[in-house]
């Protein structure tokens, strides 16, 4: 499998998102190696969206989004929860990032399994929050440089044969921009 480059991350951001599912998330944790294929994802731009973490300015929180494309954003959301997003966005726009909401397990899911409280195989990684508690992310993930070898990193994968268009999930802004994209069945 061969890491996805910097250049794949430095296109516009829509085009990222699309382009991530069907590849390939793998997670090392200690010797153990956990991987699973990207399902679903929504992409979150600057100023062009007021559904973004970037709208407004840069924080300490959203800071990544505005740094290196191929870089992991990490957020904690309701007071205990960790998404994981990967930076995209072309030169031309300050920030962007891609939220990874699903993936399909593939390998270490019983170690997914566990850090997951022994859900169903269905359960483990079908939302943002559930796939980073799966894949053992938390904050000290963030801003981590995913286009090396390393304990997180994204690989290609397979090519799906139909991708769902919809708007993105439990947002009350910019509902109208058609910007999660799922693998259909």
């Given at each position: 499998m061969t890491i996805l480059p910097r250049e794949f991350y430095a296109r516009d951001t829509v085009t990222v998102a699309k382009k991530l599912l069907g590849k390939k998330i793998i997670r090392k944790i200690g010797k153990q190696e956990i991987s699973g294929i990207i399902t679903e994802t929504e992409a979150y731009r600057h100023k062009d969206d007021p559904a973004s973490h970037a709208f407004n300015k840069m924080t300490e929180r959203n800071k990544a989004m505005f740094n290196e494309v191929g870089c992991s954003y990490v957020y904690f959301t309701y007071g205990m929860y960790y998404c994981f997003n990967i930076v995209a966005?072309?030169?031309?726009?300050?920030?962007?990032?891609?939220?990874?909401?699903?993936?399909?397990?593939?390998?270490?899911?019983?170690?997914?399994?566990?850090?997951?409280?022994?859900?169903?195989?269905?359960?483990?990684?079908?939302?943002?929050?559930?796939?980073?508690?799966?894949?053992?992310?938390?904050?000290?993930?963030?801003?981590?440089?995913?286009?090396?070898?390393?304990?997180?990193?994204?690989?290609?994968?397979?090519t799906p044969k139909k991708i769902v268009v919809s708007p993105r999930i439990g947002i009350s802004k910019a509902t109208d921009k058609l910007w999660n994209f799922k693998i259909k069945n």
């Amino acid at each position: 499998m061969t890491i996805l480059p910097r250049e794949f991350y430095a296109r516009d951001t829509v085009t990222v998102a699309k382009k991530l599912l069907g590849k390939k998330i793998i997670r090392k944790i200690g010797k153990q190696e956990i991987s699973g294929i990207i399902t679903e994802t929504e992409a979150y731009r600057h100023k062009d969206d007021p559904a973004s973490h970037a709208f407004n300015k840069m924080t300490e929180r959203n800071k990544a989004m505005f740094n290196e494309v191929g870089c992991s954003y990490v957020y904690f959301t309701y007071g205990m929860y960790y998404c994981f997003n990967i930076v995209a966005k072309t030169p031309k726009i300050a920030a962007g990032a891609v939220l990874i909401r699903a993936m399909i397990p593939e390998k270490g899911i019983k170690v997914m399994q566990n850090n997951r409280g022994n859900v169903k195989l269905e359960n483990i990684s079908n939302g943002p929050a559930k796939l980073a508690q799966a894949l053992n992310i938390s904050k000290d993930q963030y801003g981590l440089d995913l286009t090396v070898k390393s304990k997180l990193y994204i690989t290609d994968g397979i090519t799906p044969k139909k991708i769902v268009v919809s708007p993105r999930i439990g947002i009350s802004k910019a509902t109208d921009k058609l910007w999660n994209f799922k693998i259909k069945n």
